[in-house]
């Protein structure tokens, strides 16, 4: 649902040129109907989202069904290898459409020519910061022209959005970061930090709040590194951001061990806030003290478990998230036994495993050891079993629990997915008079290793 922009209305069709001009030779291009296909992170969403409503402003149609387009726009994303080719596989299906195809975001940045080969008749191909200026880049394709423009043309202010939920409300607090990490490319795509006024993030929140929003998505490449071009930090945000009034919850994106380490304790002190779902994903990528020294992250295995345990010890009902690469270059079976010793003994609530694949400008695609398929293949099975383990055992403090929960999404087979507090995926049957946004309380009655089972 979230990959597609959805229809908000239809608008009357405009012209880009005034139809009562006489001229001879002078064309007259209708206003058209846009499609857009996102992939990526939150912050890929936003930018659609933006996309949409600058559109939107001028006159467009933004529709769900493509076959309705006038034009298409995918909103691209490489973070990662599978991601990028299921991008390029899905370029190479519209390479014959007749249609306009806009290709936008992170991966022109990374790899201009792999994209260029899978889409050889792209009306244009422009960067994550050139969504700003959609509005003229679509009226340039739709008058024949032809371009390329990946130029960081960044810009900060409010900008009108298109959204993609009526639930989740969006706010990107900042782009780029000030990391060095070997193995990434978004660094390539998205520059260094440029965090947001703060004061223009708090009237976005309480923008979206006011229109019925119930969860606030803070969203940046490290969230903990907000504000530091500017004077201030994360924490300050989150103070603004919690004495927004209305009832709803706040999720705090990604952000690295070492960014939210430097600012443990003010940020445990606010975070306790009830206007936070006590959610944190903190990606350690390794358990390895030397793959994460070759992948240049800025802490140690150690410092990731102290932060877990502390964060726990304030907040023992914490869902912690992170990441795992598997695979990386040289990554011997000691360096693997080590990321499943600290999985063991920290308990993640939920583990995102990638196995390593070179990205394009990425260091580490010119280390030497790469590691076999098969093995990654292998290791990542490995460590999938015991993530199901230790996520089960993490899932038995809340077996009998009860509270409110908030709707916020349909199941499969008759159910809705719930979250509460500590942003819980519970699973509960639906029920006549419900519906997406409603507000029900719950008992946990079973469990599973990645969701709870609840009844009303």
């Known amino acids: 649902m979230l990959n597609n922009v959805r229809r908000l209305h239809e608008r009357a069709t405009p012209s880009f040129i005034n139809p009562k001009s006489k001229r001879r030779g002078v064309a007259i291009v209708p206003m058209s109907k846009v499609f857009i296909k996102t992939y990526g992170c939150a912050l890929n969403k936003s930018d659609t989202e933006i996309m949409g409503g600058i559109l939107e402003r001028s006159g467009y149609s933004i529709v769900d069904d493509i076959d309705e387009a006038d034009v298409i726009i995918v909103n691209t994303c490489g973070v990662k290898e599978p991601t990028e080719h299921r991008v390029l596989y899905y370029l190479r299906r519209l390479s014959n459409s007749k249609k306009k195809v806009i290709v936008a975001g992170c991966l022109p940045k990374m790899c201009l020519e792999r994209v260029k080969r899978a889409i050889p008749n792209f009306s244009a191909i422009i960067g994550p910061y050139q969504i700003y200026k959609i509005d003229k880049i679509v009226k340039r394709t739709l008058m024949g022209e032809r371009f390329v423009d990946i130029s960081d043309d960044f810009k900060v202010g409010k900008f009108p959005r298109h959204h993609l939920s009526k639930l989740v409300g969006i706010v990107p607090i900042a782009y780029g970061c000030l990391g060095g990490c070997t193995y990434c490319s978004v660094k390539i795509a998205r520059g260094r930090l440029r965090s947001r006024p703060l004061d223009l993030i708090v009237d976005e929140v309480r923008e979206m709040v006011e229109k019925g929003f119930k969860e606030i998505w803070l969203t940046a ?186 709707i ?42 990645h969701f709870l089972i609840g009844s009303l």
């Open 221 to 406: 490449q490290d969230t903990g590194v907000y504000g530091k071009d500017l004077g201030y930090n994360l924490v300050d945000l989150m103070e603004r951001c919690k004495d927004v009034d209305g009832k709803f919850f706040i999720r705090i994106g990604m952000m690295t061990p070492n960014s939210l380490g430097e600012m443990l304790e003010e940020f445990i002190e606010v975070f306790k806030d009830e206007r936070f779902y006590k959610f944190l994903h903190i990606p350690v990528q390794s358990g390895s003290n030397r793959i994460l020294k070759m992948m240049r992250r800025r802490y140690t295995a150690e410092e990731f478990i102290e932060i877990s345990k502390k964060v726990r010890e304030s907040i023992p009902m914490v869902s912690i998230a992170t990441d795992i690469i598997v695979g990386f270059p040289s990554e011997s079976p000691e360096d693997f036994e080590e990321s499943i010793r600290l999985l063991r003994e920290v308990k993640p609530d939920v583990v995102n495993i990638s196995r390593y694949g070179d990205r394009p400008g990425a260091e580490s695609s010119k280390f030497k050891g790469k590691i076999p398929t098969h093995i990654k293949v292998e290791r990542s099975r490995m460590m999938s079993k015991v993530i199901d383990k230790v996520a089960y055992e993490r899932n038995k403090i809340w077996l009998d629990w009860s509270g409110e929960v908030l």
């Open 408 to 449: 916020t999404e349909y199941g499969s087979r008759d159910s809705f997915i719930c979250r509460n507090f500590a942003y819980k995926p519970i699973v509960i049957k639906r029920s006549e008079g419900l519906n997406v946004g409603n507000v029900v309380k719950v008992r946990v009655v079973d469990i599973r290793p």
